[in-house]
């Protein structure tokens, strides 16, 4: 069964950091292409960045130079190194392998003062 967990979120202030990480299950992990995607409500889901396996990776222009995504192989886990937060970034972050019918519950990310 495939299954996808984030976590790491949480309420942060402006300019500061979180990192999201995806507990990924019933793929081969090593030759998934993975991703982070983000939803507000109301609005449609959006993409936010890519890894290849063998590690080529590509983002958002929205997140270009403030997020960097990773991934452990060895443990089949996805990250998402958020810095320099902004309102905007405000929403619900999944992973999935990309091409998946499957999503994650989510985890909450809140940029506030």
């Known amino acids: 069964q495939v299954q996808f967990v984030e976590s790491g979120g949480g309420l942060v202030q402006p300019g500061g950091s979180l990192r999201l990480s995806c507990a990924a299950s019933?793929?081969?992990?090593?030759?998934?292409?993975m991703t982070w995607h983000r939803q507000v409500p109301g609005q449609a889901r959006e993409w936010v960045a890519n890894?290849?396996?063998?590690?080529?990776?590509f983002y958002d222009d929205s997140v270009k130079g403030r997020f960097t995504i990773s991934r452990n192989d060895a443990n089949g886990t996805l990250y998402l190194q958020m810095n320099s937060l902004k309102p905007e970034d405000t929403a619900m972050y999944y992973c999935?392998?990309?091409?998946?019918?499957?999503w994650g519950q989510g985890t909450q990310v809140t940029v506030s003062s």
């Open positions: 999935q392998e990309a091409g998946s019918q499957t």
């Open positions: 019933g793929i081969s992990f090593d030759e998934a292409i």
């Open positions: 890894m290849f396996p063998g590690g080529a990776n």
